[in-house]
């Protein structure tokens, strides 16, 4: 699934269909793409895992879901599930979710809850854990209300940095420990993004789909935990247990 820093890539490649009308529409989506023909794009957005253009009175939101693709300015050999043409290029959007947003986009998300947006705002993230104290840290990270934009991939690796156990309720973790967790959902996402434009990212994982761990040595667990069920890797040395 595209996490939030691949969302980020796509908002920073189409921003350039900002303040550019919709020329032709196509796609096999059941989605009426033709509203968005003749509109001009007023922002081109994102909100975690959200991709998001926005036109006067209505949005149109993208979710890559675990297998979505795009492409500007060149075509899959598939359907695109949406295709928009203008005057300047082309967005193709595929394996994906849509659906219209009505009204201002302010009005339909906390910005303060994405962890790559200006507005993130780490209190909240931390009184919103503190109300779920028997929730594990494993879900609570892919909880997208509290840290959007994070998945299974910054997860892992968030908390191998940060020495906590993927099943360690949030009331266990002490505070600073929480904070450090906190801080580096942020903090991974931006150097996932980096990693990313790089063409490195898998090189600089240290314990998603490992098998030894680069601090101890030893064997990396991998464990589905938690109501997500998602492929957990974690040292039980360097992360052990509450």
């Known amino acids: 699934m595209p996490e939030g820093p691949s969302i980020v890539i796509l908002r920073e490649a189409a921003a350039r269909f900002r303040n550019h009308t919709v020329r032709v529409t196509a796609g096999n989506s059941s989605l009426d793409l033709a509203r968005m023909q003749g509109r001009r794009v007023v922002s081109v957005r994102s909100w975690g895992k959200h991709f998001l253009l926005e036109f006067r009175g209505f949005s149109l939101r993208a979710h890559l879901l675990m297998f979505g693709t795009w492409r500007i300015d060149e075509r899959k050999p598939t359907t695109a599930r949406a295709s928009l043409t203008f005057d300047n290029g082309e967005l193709n959007l ?31 993230a931390r009184r919103k854990l503190k109300a779920r104290p028997d929730t594990l840290i494993c879900d609570a990270l892919l909880d997208q209300d509290i840290f959007a934009g994070v998945g299974n991939i910054i997860k892992n690796e968030v908390l191998f940095r940060t020495r906590v156990h993927p099943a360690a309720t949030i009331a266990s973790i002490p505070p600073r420990k929480l904070g450090q967790v906190i801080t580096q959902a942020r903090e991974y996402s931006f150097d996932f993004l980096a990693w990313k434009k790089a063409y490195e990212l898998k090189k600089h994982w240290q314990v998603h789909t490992r098998r030894t761990c680069p601090r101890c040595g030893g064997p990396v667990s991998k464990q589905y935990l938690g109501t997500t069920r998602r492929r957990t890797f974690f040292c039980p040395v360097c992360q052990p247990p509450p």
């Open 94 to 124: 595929y394996t994906c979710s849509l659906k219209y947003i009505e009204g201002p986009l302010e009005d339909a998300y906390d910005w303060r809850a994405d962890v790559m947006n200006p507005a993130w705002d780490p209190r909240l």
